[in-house]
Every structure is written in C-alpha cells, then in structure tokens.
C-alpha cells in the first residue's frame, strides 16, 4: 500500500504567495501552522471571556456585567475553548507532526484538509456575531439544555449553524487523520511501532468520527423543535427533555477524551525524551488509550446522575465511570516509571510534562470522586465540578499543548526559544492555574453553584484568590506569544535533532523541517 | 541526619492530622455534614475517598518527586534501560482495581438508600419556574411561593450600590420559606414549569433536577430543627442566581402548629385539613 503513494511530479508549492498561498495551501505544515494561530487566537479571545467572568466574581453583588451577558460569556467560554483552542491545536499538531512521524510526504487528503480548516473561521465568525445581536449571545452553558436552549431568540439558529460547521470540520479533519496513519506509514512503520502521538490520535480520530456526527443529530433536532413544531424534547408533545441530556453526553463524554487522549500521546513524547529513558510499558499505553476510548462510550450517564434517572442506571454509570480510572492510572504509573531512574533534565516541555503529570492526577482524583452518585448529589454543577474539568483540561490538556509547542518549536522554527523565558512561562502558569482552579473545590464543596454571576458573601475569599489567579494566568499567556513570536523570527539556530534524548522520525528531517519531507519513504530503524 | 528529617516528617504529619480535620469541619472548605442520614452518609463517603486519594496521591507524587530529585541528569548521569516489566503492570492494574471496589460498595449501598422514597410519610411537591420555587402540600392545600427576599433583591442589580454584607444570607433568603418537620420521611415531588433547574440543599444531602413535564422523587428525614440553605443549582436564565431555597425544619408539634396557623390565614376548608395527622400520604 505504502509503496504506491507518490509526490506529484510537479509540486505545488510556492506557486502563490501572501494570503494567496495560505488561503490555497494544500501543505500539511501550512495547514498545521493555521491551525495552532488559529487556537493561539480563539485562546486568548476565550480567556478574555474567563477574565470577564473572573473580574465579575471578585466580589459579591453585580460590579461590570448584567447576569445576562454573564451567561453569554459562560456559554461562549466554553464552546470557544472546546471547539476553537484545544481541539484545533491538536488537529495542528496533527497535521505537522504526523507525516513527520511516520515518514509521509504530507496528509493523505491535501484539499480536505485545507477545507477542514477553512470552514473554522467562519464558523467562530458565526458563533461570535452573536454577540452583536439582539438579545446577545446564547446564554444556555456549552451543553445547550433544553427548553431554556430553544428561548434564545435570534442567536440560536447562528449557534446551531456554527455547530455543525465544527462538526463537518472535526469529522474531516478526523477521516484525514485515519486514512493518513492507515495508508501512508513508512515501510516498516508497523502499527505496534508508531509513536504513541500518532496512536493517540488514530484512536482520537476515531472517536471524532463517531461523535461529532451525533451533536449534529442533536442540534438539529433542537432546530426542528424549534422551527418546524417537532417534539422531540418536549414532554407535551411525547418527547422530553432528557434525550437531549442522553444525545449531548452521548457525544459529550467522548468529546472530552477526544481533548485529552492526544494530550497523553503528547506526554508519552516528552517525557521518554528528557527521561533519556524508552517509554516504560509502550504496549500497555496503547491498550490503555484502546480501553479509555472504549468506556468513553458507556459512561455518559454520570454526568446525569441528579437528572431523575432509574436506580439501576445510576448504578451502571457509577461502575463503568469508576473503570476508567484503571487504564488511566496505568498511564500515571507507566510515565513516572519512565522517569524512574532516567538521567532527567527540566527543559520547559519536561516541566510542563511533569505538571501535567501531576495536575491531571489531581484532576482525576476530583473524577473518581464525582463518580460516587451520592456524593455526587452533593458535588453535580458546583464549582467541584468545575475545578474537575480545568484541572484535566487546562493544566491538563492544555499545558500538554504548550508542552508540545516548546517541544516541536526548534522543529517547526529551526530556532530554539529562549529557555529562561520558557521557565518564566512555566512557573507563572503553573503557579497561577493552582490559585485559579485551587479554591474551586472549596467553593464547590461548600456549596456554590457553577455558571452563577453573583453568590452568597461566605464565598467570598476564595472568589478573590481564585480571580487573582485567574489574571496573573491571563497575563502570563503573554509571555507565551512573545516567546513563540521572538522563536519565529530568531534564536539560537536548532539542530535537526533538537533534543539529545528524542527519538523519531520527525528528528531526522533539518530543523526547521522542509515545505516538502519524506518525498522518498525513509528506513525505518528496525 | 536522616533521623532528623524523619522527625520533622513526624512533627509535620502530626500537626496535619491536628489541623487539617478541624478545617475539613468547617464547611466553608467541605462539605457540609448535614442533617439527615443520607447526608452523613454522603459526608462519609466524601471523607473515605478524600483519603483514599490523599493515599494514591502520597505514592504517586512521591515516587516522581523522589525520581525528580534523585533521577536528574547531574545526580543519575546513566539511564537505566529497562521499559517493562509485567508483574509491576499487572499490579498496578489491579490494585487500583481493588481500591475501586472498596469505594463502590459503599457508595452503591448509600445510593440504593438515597432512592428508596417508599414509607414517606409525608409529601410536598416541589416546582421551579423562572425564577421562584413553589412548594405545594397536597394534604393541606398549602401552597408558597418562595422568591428571592427583598432585602437581597434590593442589593442585586448592576451597580446596586448597596453591599451585600449589609443584610444577612445576601442571595440566600426568601420570602416564604419552605416548612418541614422533624423526624419525619418526607417525600419530595420535583419538577418545573418552564426550563430545567435544580432543587439542591447541601444540608439535606439533595439535588434533584426539576425536568418540565416529568417528576422526579426523593426524600429528606431532617433531624434537627434549623434553618438550611442552598439554590438552583441548573442554569435556567438570567435570574439563576436568584432562585435560593430556604427549608426551615420545625419540631412536629410546631409544624402541626405552624400548618393551623397558615389554614387559618388562607381560609381553606377542606375536610382533612383540621388534623394534620403524620401518617401516609
């Protein structure tokens, strides 16, 4: 199979130029690097929507916004940092590292991937416009609860629409990933040998593609009901509100693994890298990343568990979430047994790998926890809740994602950042994220509900360490596109292998890597 | 040296063990203990997973810290090799197997009690529309409208400027609270007229959803007399903040009091209403 995929006599590149090149490109860097400055982007207009939220719970009573735009900047927060930062800067490092690591001359379906990312920004512009609408913005929280999802008014047919236009995206951008690994491997590449990133993926893209397609289903039975007199969430006419809940976790739980798994591959690069040690266990992490992907599909239900479902489900989704912690704890166990007597150095990805380590730890412990139905009466929609999901998915997911900048940085720039201002970068990240997201259990556990904008005084402090936090997090985000931007434009020159202990592929190609690698398939070390 | 080190681990453990309880009490940092069985109970199993994770956390987080300090680059120049090892993997796939278990059990036996709303021996129906919560007492025709207090709805508004520790529970008081007795297996009939929200009292060990159009049940046995607060806990609009729930639990024989006394007020003149007697409903 391997050996049939051929370049083009006459490649395409530098054919155009300007906007011109990067609105045609069909080059799997290019396209990745739009994908990551489109992330940067929708991240920082996400966490300008987190420090309205953050200044508003400073202190009780209403200081800046009305409750209604509170809800707007909750609602857009989550669906701008879901669909816009964390997915799209998985699917770009995708695109520029996976051809690199299996030894591909680019992705193996050039114009959809061009389209795939094409359709994004429009779909933001969609979902943003909403904002200057009247009535605003939808105001129902990411996971658009019906009824109170159907009273949006002008907004709801935008967000219906920019829903499915990241749906067509992830599901194509997910196919180009398949195909991709599947087809185009290097010969000798053997699935058990492909590096755990690109596992972590292969298993993600499938997740994609069976999901996405499910909150499309979902979305537009809300547009039926809301349009077309359907019922299919109202108990009036025979429905209820309760398929939706089922519809949206249906594709909701996977979505969240779908923003972790890669995360994983990610750590499983890095740290065997600065461990200076192989990853400990490479089979059981794949089987892992298998078993998680699996059960993401039969644990939909706990996010449920006060909505008035039978006993016996209750009892089912309790068990099957509880397992999840067993392939997840392998992957723990299997990273600090790679770091194990290794010869460590603490590079800026090694300390953001470390963290995440760490913090996703804690974030999973926060999991098991919410797992308990019981207690879980008592944790549902508070701020435990809340500081559950940022712990796996910002000093989760998303340190996993500057991990990987720094780390592929010298590979995509040919310049090494400049350590110190990594380090900066660090630890104001890491200490700040543990300010904003700390406190959050106490809230929770002391009974403050999410998505609220104003609250009972005794919340107070906590409120005020967590908003500081949150800031000195914002600002501290700066540092990052200062280092990213002087990395593009200088720095110390990199070498093609940029790190002394890495491995792979993507290491055998000049730093910064060609616009075109792996024209003829390389040898695989056996 | 080492001696010395492990004394001040002591000294450290200690005062932990000391401290860190009394705060865990207070339930500004946990949660609350409650006023019903299920509540203690859920406090409970909240504790025994806290330490259980405490536990999994020492053990992991030491091994990487321990390797963070010892396994670097200028004190371990050498790697070791090795990337496998099948006893150590199938451990810990099964220990964290059984600390699992050891969790569930209990926990499932704790919901299976939570559930069981049979033997209730009384029964309020609970509905939530935007933005108030209305508690209805079939056998008595009672009916209250619990709304966001005045004082607090006063201090709300964008730029109010009046501080909300000018009055007492800002956010959380209402103006009629929701009244039960003590000792009693109270049967709570949620639902909603409008959106979905969420009946939940941390005190009581409750959250229930209010689905429109459906109804869900639980139960509360309060144990002593007081006054517990909480809010909706879905969000459900631009007043989601501004629906608290108050239930204030009274001794039974100032309920029956308290259950004339509304009677009287409101002029109902149904047959069962002269003996509110506690017996099923």
């Known amino acids: ?526 | 040296m080492k001696h010395q080190w492990f004394r001040a681990w002591i000294g450290i453990a200690l005062v932990g063990a000391v401290t860190v309880p009394r705060a865990m009490a207070a339930s500004l940092y946990n949660l609350p203990r409650g006023v019903t069985p299920v509540s203690h109970e859920i406090y409970g199993l909240n504790m025994l997973a806290f330490w259980i994770m405490c536990g999994i956390a020492t053990v992991v987080f030491g091994a990487i810290t321990w390797s963070m300090i010892f396994h670097r680059r200028s004190r371990h120049p050498k790697p070791a090799k090795f990337h496998e090892n099948s006893v150590l993997e199938v451990v810990w796939t099964v220990i964290p197997f059984i600390i699992l278990i050891v969790m569930a059990v209990p926990a499932a036996r704790v919901l299976l009690r939570a559930e069981d709303v049979h033997h209730s021996e009384m029964t309020v129906e609970v509905t939530g529309y935007q933005w108030l919560w209305r508690y209805t007492y079939p056998r008595w025709h009672i009916n209250i409208y619990s709304r966001l207090a005045n004082s607090s709805l006063r201090i709300a508004p964008l730029n109010s400027g009046v501080s909300p520790y000018s009055v007492p529970h800002y956010l959380h008081s209402v103006t009629h609270p929701l009244v039960l007795p003590v000792g009693e297996k109270v049967r709570l009939l949620v639902t909603s007229k409008d959106v979905i929200h969420s009946w939940w009292v941390p005190d009581l060990g409750v959250q229930m959803d209010a689905n429109p159009g459906l109804v869900n049940s639980i139960w509360v046995r309060i144990e002593k007399p007081g006054t517990y607060r909480g809010q909706c806990n879905q969000i459900c609009g631009w007043g989601h903040a501004y629906m608290p729930i108050v239930v204030v639990a009274k001794p039974k024989t100032q309920f029956q009091a308290w259950v004339r006394e509304w009677q009287e007020r409101h002029r109902v003149d149904a047959d069962d209403a002269s003996s509110p007697s506690p017996q099923g409903s």
């Open chain 1, 1 to 526: 199979m391997t050996e049939s995929v051929a370049l083009p006599a006459e490649p395409h590149h530098a054919t155009r130029r300007g906007l011109m090149r990067w609105i045609t490109t069909t080059n799997h860097k290019d396209i990745g690097t739009l994908y990551l400055i489109f992330s940067l982007i929708m991240f920082f207009i996400g966490g300008a929507m987190a420090m309205v939220i953050r200044a508003e719970l400073y202190q009780p009573g209403l200081q800046f916004v009305t409750p209604a735009f509170y809800n707007q900047m909750v609602t857009l927060h989550g669906l701008v940092m879901v669909f816009g930062a964390v997915m799209p800067a998985f699917v770009g490092l995708a695109n520029w590292m996976i051809p690199l690591m299996i030894g591909a001359p680019d992705m193996a379906l050039p114009r959809l991937n061009n389209w795939s990312f094409w359709i994004l920004p429009f779909a933001f512009t969609l979902l943003l416009l909403t904002l200057f609408l009247p009535g605003g913005a939808p105001q129902g929280g990411w996971t658009l609860y019906v009824p109170y999802s159907l009273e949006l008014g002008y907004s709801f047919p935008f967000m219906i629409f920019a829903i499915h236009l990241m749906g067509i995206s992830s599901v194509l951008g997910g196919i180009n990933v398949i195909v991709t690994i599947l087809n185009m491997r290097a010969p000798g590449m053997t699935l058990m040998k492909m590096p755990l990133f690109v596992w972590a993926w292969l298993i993600t893209a499938y997740l994609l593609v069976a999901v996405m397609p499910v909150l499309a289903g979902g979305v537009t039975m809300q547009l039926l009901d809301h349009y077309f007199g359907t019922h299919f969430f109202s108990v009036a006419g025979g429905g209820t509100p309760l398929l939706w809940e089922h519809v949206f976790w249906f594709f909701g739980h996977p979505e969240v693994y779908i923003m972790i798994l890669p995360a994983f591959g990610i750590i499983s690069e890095i740290v065997p890298t600065f461990s200076r040690k192989p990853l400990f266990g490479r089979t059981s992490m794949i089987y892992a990343l298998a078993s998680i992907a699996f059960l993401s599909f039969i644990v939909w239900g706990h996010h449920m568990f006060t909505s008035g479902m039978p006993v016996s489900a209750d009892l089912f989704f309790m068990f099957s979430t509880m397992l999840i912690a067993v392939p997840t704890g392998v992957k723990i166990f299997n990273w600090v047994a790679t770091m194990w007597r290794g010869a460590i150095t603490f590079e800026t990805p090694m300390l953001f790998a470390v963290a995440f380590i760490i913090l996703f730890t804690i974030g999973g412990f926060s999991g098991v926890m919410l797992a308990l139905v019981p207690a879980d009466f008592q944790y549902h929609n508070s701020y435990f809740v809340v500081a559950h999901f940022h712990y796996v998915l910002v000093t989760g997911a998303v340190f996993a994602i500057m991990g990987a900048v720094y780390y592929w940085l010298p590979k995509w720039t040919g310049h090494m950042y400049n350590e110190f201002w990594g380090k900066v970068h660090f630890w104001l990240s890491v200490i700040s994220a543990n300010m904003l997201y700390f406190p959050m259990h106490f809230l929770g556990l002391a009974g403050m509900p999410r998505r609220v904008p104003d609250y009972a005084v005794q919340f107070t402090n906590l409120n005020m360490i967590s908003s500081i936090g949150g800031f000195i997090f914002g600002a501290s985000q700066l540092i990052f596109v200062a280092i990213i931007f002087a990395t593009v434009y200088g720095g110390r020159r990199a070498e093609a292998r940029a790190w002394e202990g890495a491995h792979g592929l993507e290491w055998t190609v000049p730093s910064p890597a060609p616009y075109h690698t792996f024209a003829t398939p390389p040898e695989v070390p056996g």
